[in-house]
């Protein structure tokens, strides 16, 4: 068999492995996410409740609502290097049962200093699930098929946005049955599924591709000999000294932009529901299915835009263009006063601010491996955490400052500017990281 048939079967091989990959564990991936942010995000539509029932202001939520990212940064780095140690399949069944109960204890919240408790807790429970599931993507998937398959992944939270809020405001409906409020059937209903499917886990998520047998053994060496490619040459990526990939001027930009990326976006998704009852609709449920728009526009974007980026030849330039789109949404939502256009707005914002994060995790995963990719992953999540925190504290403060909830765009189209004012640094570290091994190839060519 001549050298060139033995590559198109390798290939062929490779590519049947990353199908069967991609249906066989995205599901699983995307439906523990699915839960986290459903749990994450479903005291958005206990806002006015919680300020009816507890006395809790609007600063207040704002702080409980981001100091959950604060426990959750903390514990970042250490919990993936702990999935790096034990495996990703028992370290995310562990994290999803955690979780799932302490979400489940959000129904007993008192007051604001309970609020924040239980909030923080939820975030060190939570500390190191979405860079857990990055990691296992280096593991199985080559750096070409990585923004496509983070895409999936961010299918997840889109859909929640989409199904939660109507889904948590029916749940608040309950309210009076069993002496219980509304929000604390809607804490006890979301929170323990999570626990059953963190045990489900620990039963059906494979670490590797070594570890499974619906994979030929053929499929399951192609995939972990993809997954591993250094796309530009470099020997010392697969280093035990990990502490190297955090000081990397590319990781450390990429970090940089999706912190602010998260102070826009997190904020918004926070307070979309407030926003939108600001617009005098009466109905909760009604309230939750605007909402959606957010969610809507998120989903478009991680389904249509990883596609686009596979195609371009400047990950920078399209990280860019995507930030320029976002400034405009927020903008014009500020400029238009028409509520209808501010709904479709809503969606287009979270087209572009969403649509971008599996851009980020593609041109980061491309730099790292091994040890390095699970750390320097978790680095890059803990700063987009701290922006977590920051959106809505400065979504909460602005509208207590001013009143109105929709205030909060003027953050977006800040922390946006600042975004795109840090694009070409990137572009010029990821140059000069990418020349030593350009030269080198050039020298062993000649």
Partial sequence: MSTTSLDRSSAETHWLATRKAMARLLPLMCAIYFLSFVDRTNVALAKSALAADLGISAAAYGLGAGVFFIGYALLEVPSNLMAHRVGPRVWI?????????????????????????????????????????????TLWFAPKDRAVAVGWIYTAPSIALIVGNPLGASLMQL????????????????????????????????????????????????????????????????????????????????????????????GLYF????????????????????????????????????????????????????????????????AIGNQTAQIVLLGITGFFAGGILPSYWAVAMKRL??????????????????????????????????????????????????????????ARAIHNAERPAVATLAASKG
């Fill in 93 to 137: 069944a562990r994290i999803a049962v955690t979780w799932g109960a302490l979400s489940t204890a959000m129904m007993f919240v008192q007051g604001e200093w309970s609020f924040y408790v239980l909030r923080v807790l939820l975030g060190v429970a939570e500390a190191g699930l979405f860079p857990a599931l990055m990691y296992m993507v």
């Fill in 369 to 426: 491996q091994g040890v390095q990719a699970a750390a320097g992953l978790a680095f890059i999540n803990t700063v987009g955490l701290l922006g977590g925190f920051v959106g809505p504290y400065l979504f909460g403060l602005a509208e207590t400052i001013t009143g109105r909830s929709d205030s909060g765009f003027k953050v977006v189209v800040v922390a946006s500017v600042l975004g795109l004012c840090l694009v070409p640094a990137l």
């Fill in 271 to 334: 307070f979309t529901p407030s926003i939108v009852a600001q617009m005098h609709v009466k109905s909760p449920v009604l309230v939750g299915v605007l909402s959606s728009s957010v969610g809507i526009g998120f989903l478009i974007g991680v389904l249509t835009l990883p596609r686009i980026h596979r195609r371009m030849t400047s990950d920078c330039g399209f990280i860019g263009a995507l930030t320029a789109g976002l400034v405009v949404s927020a903008c014009a939502f500020i």
């Fill in 175 to 266: 309210g009076g049955i069993g002496g219980l409020h509304g929000w604390q059937w809607m804490f006890l209903l979301e929170g323990v599924p999570t626990i059953v499917f963190g045990i489900v886990l620990f039963f059906t998520l494979p670490n590797r591709p070594s570890d499974v047998r619906w994979l030929t053994p053929p499929e399951a060496q192609a995939l972990e000999a993809n997954a591993v490619v250094d796309t530009h040459g470099r020997a010392d990526l697969s280093s035990a000294h990990w502490i190297a990939a955090l000081k990397r001027p590319t990781t450390v930009l990429i970090a940089l932009i999706y912190f602010l990326n998260q102070v826009a976006f997190v």
